[in-house]
């Protein structure tokens, strides 16, 4: 069992940059997939990027090259670097965990943070 806490969210231009961070509280978090998910108003939840406990990274084709996810095991920390921000990126982000990691899908995740707001401005 695992408890996930974001951060980092806040307001930037276009084109900026910002990390998100999620700092779980377990002590077997080293062997969970770590994700990340966005959901903007009036929009399903969606993935963004995603991470397994051996770091195999998988990305949406919306930030492929953009966005950078990582993880410390030694921190309990997950990290979301987000590059060249753009306005379509302004979502509430959330932390996911799971033990498998085999679907990159919402209702395959297990544990979620309460999220964190990204508005990226115009």
């Known amino acids: 069992q695992v408890q996930l806490v974001e951060s980092g969210g806040g307001l930037v231009q276009a084109g900026g940059s910002l990390r998100l961070s999620c700092a779980a509280s377990?002590?077997?978090?080293?062997?969970?997939?770590m994700g990340w998910f966005r959901q903007a108003p009036g929009k399903e939840r969606e993935f963004v990027a995603g991470?397994?406990?051996?770091?195999?990274?998988y990305y949406a084709d919306s930030v492929k090259g953009r966005f950078t996810i990582s993880r410390d095991n030694a921190k309990n920390t997950g990290y979301l670097q987000m590059n060249n921000l753009k306005p379509e990126d302004t979502a509430v982000y959330y932390c996911?965990?799971?033990?498998?990691?085999?679907?990159?899908?919402?209702?395959?995740?297990?544990?979620w943070g309460k999220g964190t707001l990204v508005t990226i401005s115009s």
């Open positions: 996911a965990a799971d033990l498998h990691g085999l679907r990159w899908v919402p209702g395959a995740m297990g544990y």
């Open positions: 377990g002590r077997t978090f080293s062997s969970y997939a």
């Open positions: 991470v397994t406990w051996n770091s195999n990274s």
